[in-house]
T-cell receptor, first 111, second 112 residues
Framework: GQSLEQPSEVTAVEGAIVQINCTYQ??????LSWYQQHDGGAPTFLSY????GLEETGRFSSFLSRSDSYGYLLLQELQMKDSASYFC????????????FGTGTQLKVEL | EPEVTQTPSHQVTQMGQEVILRCVPI?????FYWYRQILGQKVEFLVS????????KSEIFDDQFSVERPDGSNFTLKIRSTKLEDSAMYFC??????????FGPGTRLTVT
């Protein structure tokens, strides 16, 4: 089976940088994705890592180390609107490439 | 920008009743999924669908669940006899072929 661990909550101030870690155990791993979810909303794709290293998309970056089964999402220049839940999700090969989601990290951005 | 749509946004039903949740995936996408999220919990995979057949299903997706793509645009999830524990937000998702799955806004199912 698959398991993913994330911190349950993170609090940071506007303008700061925050890192949300994700460790996983899975077979057939092909990539790690990050999704943002505002209360009551749909998960929205943020970033994907299929290979080791850093991927940068604007204020958001994501990192993967396959050998360590570890990744993180880095959010820079935090804004109030970044307050949301952030989920890491592993993609596994075969069977339509389902996503297995982590438990989610609730990010609260304060003034 | 194309998006996944779902109807209804909220469905209330009595235990034992059948419900059909509807989704219209993005038109040129090939892979379709249903996920669910119980309030305050993580998103859980239910089923994936490709080339007009189920490609994988989870343990949650038992005989009470079924999926259909009745025409070229709709993708439905049927729960034959709902239970209280089926109360959740149900998300449809689709993708073209890459890794990025696009999620619909969800249907909140409340079973009383």
């Amino acid at each position: 089976g698959q398991s993913l661990e994330q911190p349950s909550e993170v609090t940071a101030v506007e303008g700061a940088i925050v890192q949300i870690n994700c460790t996983y155990q899975t077979s057939g791993f092909y990539g790690l994705s990050w999704y943002q979810q505002h209360d009551g909303g749909a998960p929205t794709f943020l970033s994907y890592n299929g290979l080791d290293g850093l991927e940068e998309t604007g204020r958001f970056s994501s990192f993967l180390s396959r050998s360590d089964s570890y990744g993180y999402l880095l959010l820079q220049e935090l804004q109030m609107k970044d307050s949301a839940s952030y989920f890491c999700a592993v993609g596994v090969m075969g069977g339509g490439n389902k996503l297995t989601f982590g438990t989610g990290t609730q990010l609260k951005v304060e003034l | 920008e194309p998006e996944v749509t779902q109807t209804p946004s909220h469905q209330v039903t009595q235990m034992g009743q059948e419900v059909i949740l509807r989704c219209v995936p993005i038109s040129n996408h090939l892979y379709f999924y249903w996920y669910r999220q119980i309030l305050g919990q993580k998103v859980e995979f239910l089923v994936s669908f490709y080339n007009n057949e189920i490609s994988e299903k989870s343990e949650i997706f038992d005989d009470q669940f079924s999926v259909e793509r009745p025409d070229g645009s709709n993708f439905t999830l049927k729960i034959r006899s709902t239970k209280l524990e089926d109360s959740a937000m149900y998300f449809c998702a689709s993708k073209k072929g890459s890794y990025e799955q696009y999620f619909g806004p969800g249907t909140r199912l409340t079973v009383t």
